[in-house]
């Protein structure tokens, strides 16, 4: 019963939140831009370090604030630094200098914190067990509108992520949907490095994907796939993380890793070594429907 009321509200949050996370991911993978996330998720951190700087405190709602306006604001650089098919520096390339560049800078100003390094660690890692109700409830109902916003205009996102020549050859305004694609993707990366931590929002986002192109070529079937996994590795690395007394999203993203070699031993199984091959993601069309 004790390990119930302890690991309730973390487990409810590793349930509800990561949905919207595995969706995205799909998109992710198929475009090719892996460490989106980890760069949207260090210049939200750097907001937080220049608010706590400031004088302000971890829990002020001033951090969030920041933090939504720097992620805004790497949205709206991934948007218009976008190259063309095959330019000689892709976008992965400005990405990581995104990360590196906002990490060393949010380094720097935590150096001048009291708190720098607590700060440090709970951006990386995070802390669920401290997750509150409300803050869960709020941030599903976040996650929950922006599904709406990619169903409603889900023709137009699938077409820039899966089809983008197609998209392109009927003009479609590519660099408007860009930015509310990423934009969206920020607010739910802001939300959820408060909740979970930076290591746990890559690992929703990119490993359930990663399975599911490994066992699918169907879009629906990813989804359901990438939503198993997800679910499946929070339980048991909340499970594993109560039992052996170990941090609770750490043990979350271990049980991914793990997830992610049995999705590969599965594909290897059932179709080969050069199917398997064929469906990492600089290879695969699996987001397509089909």
């Not at 998720?41 to 720097?70: I, K, M, R, W």
């Not at 009291?114 to 700060?119: A, D, L, N, S, Y």
């Not at 509150?132 to 916003?149: D, R």
């Not at 996102?157 to 197609?166: G, I, R, T, V």
Request: net charge positive.
């Amino acid at each position: 019963m004790e390990a119930f009321q302890v690991m309730l509200k973390p487990l409810v949050a590793c349930l509800l939140l990561p949905g919207i996370l595995v969706y995205y991911g799909l998109h992710i993978v198929r475009r090719g831009i892996i460490f989106v996330d980890l760069a949207l998720a260090q210049v939200a951190t750097l907001g937080t370090c220049l608010c706590l700087l400031l004088g302000h405190e971890a829990g002020d709602p001033h951090n969030y604030y920041y933090s939504l306006a720097f992620t805004l604001a790497g949205a709206l650089v991934f948007t218009f630094t976008r190259p063309p098919h095959h330019a000689r520096v892709p976008l992965e390339a400005l990405i990581g200098i995104v990360y590196v560049v906002a990490a060393a800078a949010g380094i720097l100003l935590l150096s001048k914190s009291p708190h720098g390094k607590e700060e440090l660690q709970k951006t990386l890692v995070g802390d669920l067990l401290t997750v509150s109700w409300p803050e869960i409830w709020k941030t599903a109902a976040l996650y929950t509108a922006i599904g709406v916003a990619h169903w409603i205009f889900r023709k137009k996102f699938l077409a820039l992520s899966f089809d983008p020549e197609h998209a392109r050859c009927n003009s479609l305004k590519v660099r408007l949907w860009d930015f509310f694609f990423y934009a969206l993707f920020g607010l739910v990366v802001t939300s959820f490095v408060r909740v979970g931590g930076v290591l746990l929002v890559f690992s929703y986002l990119i490993v359930p994907a990663v399975c599911a192109n490994y066992l699918t070529p169907s879009l629906r079937a990813a989804l359901a796939i990438g939503w198993s996994v997800a679910t499946a590795s929070s339980m048991a690395g909340l499970y594993a993380s109560y039992q052996f007394d170990v941090p609770t999203g750490a043990a979350v993203v271990c049980v991914l890793g793990v997830a992610l070699l049995v999705a590969v031993v599965l594909a290897w199984l059932r179709h080969g070594k050069a199917q398997v091959i064929s469906a990492t993601p600089t290879g695969t069309a699996a987001g397509r429907d089909g």
